[in-house]
C-alpha cells in the first residue's frame, strides 16, 4: 500500500499543477476532492495531499484555482534569486566533490538529453546548488515555489533559451573556483533572464 501511495500522490499532484498552469482547470474553479478523484480515477488521499501542496505553492486559494499574476511572479522571483544567489556563494567555499560533479553531469544531460532529460537536469542544477546550504529553512520555501518555477523552467527549458545552459556551465566554474561573489551574480543574473524570457513568452500580465 505505502509504494502504491507515493506514484499517485506525485500523479496527482503533477495532472493539477499542468491543468491549472495549462488553462485546463480555469481560474476561480473549485477544486473537490470526490470529483477529482472521480475524474483522475485515483482515491481521495493523494487528491488531497496534491491540494493542500498546491495551497502551500500559491496555485490554489480556499480550494478554488488561483492564477498568479506578473507582480506576483516577480515577487516570487525575487526571494528566489536572493536564496539561490547566496546558496551559489556559500556552495563555492563548502560544496562536495560529489555536488560539484553532479553539478557537471547535470550540464550534460541538458545539452545532450531529450527533452524530459533537460527539464529535470535543469531542475537538479538548481537545487542541489539550494540543497547544498545544509539550510532546511531555504529549502522549505524554495519548495514553496516550485510550481511557479515549474512553469518558468517548462517556457526556457522547451522553447530554448539562448545561452540557458551556458549561463549554468559559468555559475558551476564560478563556484568550483571558490568565487561566491561572481557565482552569486551569476545565478541572479541567469534567473532575471528566465523570468523575462518566460514573462514575455507566456504573456502573463496583472
Known amino acids: 500500500m505505502q509504494k502504491k501511495e507515493a506514484p499517485n500522490n506525485i500523479q496527482a499532484y503533477e495532472t493539477l499543477r499542468d491543468q491549472i498552469l495549462n488553462g485546463k482547470i480555469p481560474a476561480n474553479t473549485k477544486l473537490t476532492e470526490t470529483m477529482l478523484a472521480d475524474k483522475l480515477n485515483i482515491s481521495r488521499t493523494p487528491i488531497r495531499e496534491a491540494i493542500i501542496r498546491l495551497e502551500e505553492e500559491g496555485l490554489v486559494k480556499n480550494k478554488y484555482v488561483y492564477i498568479p499574476s506578473e507582480?506576483?511572479?516577480?515577487?516570487?522571483?525575487?526571494?528566489?534569486s536572493i536564496l539561490e544567489g547566496f546558496a551559489a556563494k556559500y556552495s563555492?567555499?563548502?560544496?562536495?566533490?560529489?555536488?560539484?560533479?553532479?553539478?557537471?553531469?547535470?550540464?550534460?544531460?541538458a545539452r545532450n538529453g531529450d527533452d524530459n532529460d533537460?527539464?529535470?537536469?535543469?531542475?537538479?542544477?538548481?537545487?542541489?546548488?539550494?540543497?547544498?546550504?545544509?539550510?532546511?529553512?531555504?529549502?522549505k520555501i524554495i519548495n514553496k515555489m516550485q510550481?511557479?518555477?515549474?512553469?518558468?523552467r517548462k517556457?526556457?527549458?522547451?522553447?530554448?533559451?539562448?545561452?540557458?545552459?551556458d549561463?549554468?556551465?559559468?555559475?558551476?566554474?564560478?563556484?568550483e573556483n571558490g568565487n561566491g561573489e561572481k557565482a552569486e551574480k551569476l545565478v541572479q543574473d541567469h534567473l532575471a533572464k528566465d523570468l523575462e524570457f518566460s514573462i514575455n513568452r507566456l504573456g502573463i500580465t496583472n
Not at 506576483?72 to 528566489?80: L, S, T
Not at 537536469?121 to 539550510?135: K, S
Request: charged share 25%; glycine share 0%; net charge negative.
Open 155 to 165: 517556457t526556457v527549458t522547451l522553447q530554448h533559451r539562448p545561452h540557458l545552459i
Open 92 to 109: 563555492a567555499d563548502f560544496i562536495s566533490t560529489e555536488s560539484l560533479n553532479k553539478l557537471k553531469e547535470y550540464i550534460k544531460t
Open 167 to 175: 549561463e549554468h556551465e559559468e555559475i558551476c566554474q564560478e563556484i
Open 118 to 139: 533537460k527539464l529535470k537536469a535543469n531542475y537538479l542544477f538548481h537545487q542541489t546548488i539550494v540543497e547544498e546550504t545544509h539550510n532546511p529553512e531555504i529549502v
Open 71 to 80: 507582480t506576483d511572479i516577480r515577487h516570487i522571483f525575487q526571494v528566489r
Open 147 to 152: 510550481s511557479i518555477i515549474y512553469l518558468m
